[in-house]
């Protein structure tokens, strides 16, 4: 598609820009007393229709599920390219069939799991988890569903579902920024892929896991070579956190590497990825034409509920505002 193509989407996307939650309104919630206190702050927000409803029964995913559920829907409709609101809905596609799967194997019913979000209908995803085919979902998701089928098969490991699904996930994003043929989406592709890498890396070292455990999880589709990050293995987060400065993403690694201690932090890791790759969708603030204000509003969405989420959830168990406040991802907004 032209750059042009986008002018009146991105026109719509700067008006649903000023909804998002403000800095203020967090730190407001941050400083709230209670619960019911920070919800409260929702009430001039585009959650406002849930506040009573959950003030009442603290199910704060449901506000959180209920607000993705309807900004996808909306961007679905108004792109020009669906494929753009994909590359973010795969997440929810895939986190379905992961459900979907395991509740088949283990004859229980896990609907209540489920997330009706994504251009995969979840009676389609039903469908060919029953059948093992189907006619309408993409290939690589029909390969996902083989190889997790075999491997279950083999080794009746229910928890390695997750592991192979999550690695066909990024080979899908990355199948999909090729197709979409713009440079800024596969750029996005491989920072996703990558910064997991990353984390997947840290916790193994971390949890002292071997190289075997990493070449299962990590994926082979970033732009940092899967056998790189594993010849690593054998390092301790001291070392490690030197020999990755080697890489493309030394600003990363050192702002997640304790200052006295020298070793790089798991928690810190995933924090710096995130904030990383705000900054990045945050250059779409001055694109007029072009898909990537779409998708910077997207990745806002998901920050701003992420954040929510870890606001609510602390208030409900009273932990204390600043163990709250450092680990809050940067946000879009002002």
Known sequence: MKATDYAGTNALIRVYETR????EQFETMLQASSFEE???????SSYRQDVEKIKE???????????????????????????????FSLRYSYHNLKILLKAKLVGENFDYLLLDIGKEPLSALRHVVEAGKSEVLHPIIIEALEDALDYYEEYHNIQAIDIILDRFYFRHIKALSLELNEPKIIKLANLFIDFNNLSILCRAIDQKQTRNFLHAVLSSSGEVSKATLIELASEDLGSLSKKLMKLPYKTIIQAATNSETRQISPIKIDLETDNSLMKFFQMAKFEVFGPMPILAYLYAKQTEVRNLRLILVGKKNQIPQDSLRERMRLNYGA
């Open 57 to 87: 029964n603290k199910d704060y995913e449901l506000l959180i599920d209920n607000e993705m559920q309807r900004t996808f829907k909306e961007l679905f409709e108004i792109s020009p390219e669906p494929r753009l609101i994909e590359f």
């Open 38 to 44: 920070a919800v409260n702050v929702l009430k001039d």
């Open 20 to 23: 998002l939650l403000r800095n």
